[in-house]
């Protein structure tokens, strides 16, 4: 079993940056693909970003890359959202999540293909 826990959302105004947390207890989440996703009112869950912990491997959403980075903190078993230049449209909760999965599984872009899920934290971008 692994409990998530999301934090660092808040509101920034456009072109600002925000770093999200994900803290990982339990089993030690290098042997999980780690992955963020959003959620905006009306709208579906969204894949943003995946990382493998143990083998460093990313992938972004097109509406982020080159803003957003994802990496890891293994020792700390945390995951990090690194994110800039933030536009409206990137208003949403955000939430971790965690899957047995390997990252180069097809299911990957999806929120079935993880098993695990924090909370979310709130990120509001202001025009």
């Known amino acids: 079993q692994v409990q998530l826990v999301e934090s660092g959302g808040g509101l920034v105004q456009a072109g600002g940056s925000l770093r999200l947390s994900c803290a990982a207890s339990?089993?030690?989440?290098?042997?999980?693909?780690m992955a963020w996703f959003r959620q905006a009112p009306g709208k579906e869950r969204e894949f943003v970003a995946l990382?493998?912990?143990?083998?460093?491997?990313?992938n972004y959403v097109d509406a982020v890359k080159g803003r957003f980075t994802i990496s890891s903190d293994n020792a700390k078993n945390t995951m990090f959202l690194h994110m800039n230049s933030l536009k409206p449209e990137d208003t949403a909760v955000y939430s971790c999540a965690g899957g047995v999965r390997p990252y180069y599984s097809c299911s990957r872009f999806g929120p079935d293909g993880y098993d695990y899920w924090g909370r979310g934290t709130q990120v509001t971008v202001s025009s």
């Open positions: 339990g089993r030690t989440f290098r042997s999980y693909t």
């Open positions: 990382i493998s912990p143990s083998a460093g491997n990313t």
